[in-house]
């Protein structure tokens, strides 16, 4: 399956953005989704993941509550709805795709190309 995430941009500390990564090539519906960020000089990291239905998604413990994922099977499309965000949330956001059930590792089998988070005042 190919990944193709977006919607990044440059946003003032406690604006929100949403960010959006469409599927294709399989059947969208079959993958666990992740959403991972990366920020400079610091290792990826683990935001959060949705079940196939999107009735369930585990989120990394200091991020609940800002951030929130749904998904649209139909449209084959994953958003990352961020709120409040502070400039220690600038990092690359990229989507992943893999198998199995929804929890927090960060093995995926498909990834994409990142979109750009800058929050700065």
């Known amino acids: 399956v190919q990944l193709q995430a977006y919607g990044g941009g440059s946003v003032r500390p406690g604006g929100s953005l949403t960010l959006s990564c469409r599927a294709s090539g399989r059947t969208f519906s079959n993958y666990i989704m992740g959403w991972f960020r990366q920020a400079p000089g610091k290792v990826r990291e683990f935001v959060v993941a949705?079940?196939?239905?999107?009735?369930?998604?585990v989120y990394a413990d200091t991020l609940q509550g800002r951030f929130t994922i749904s998904r649209d099977n139909d449209k084959d499309t994953v958003y990352l709805q961020l709120n409040s965000l502070k400039p220690e949330d600038t990092a690359v956001y990229y989507c992943?795709?893999?198998?199995?059930?929804?929890?927090?590792?960060?093995?995926?089998?498909?990834w994409g190309q990142g979109t750009l988070v800058t929050v700065s005042s």
């Open positions: 949705i079940s196939r239905n999107g009735n369930s998604a």
């Open positions: 992943a795709a893999r198998y199995g059930l929804v929890s927090n590792q960060n093995v995926y089998d498909y």
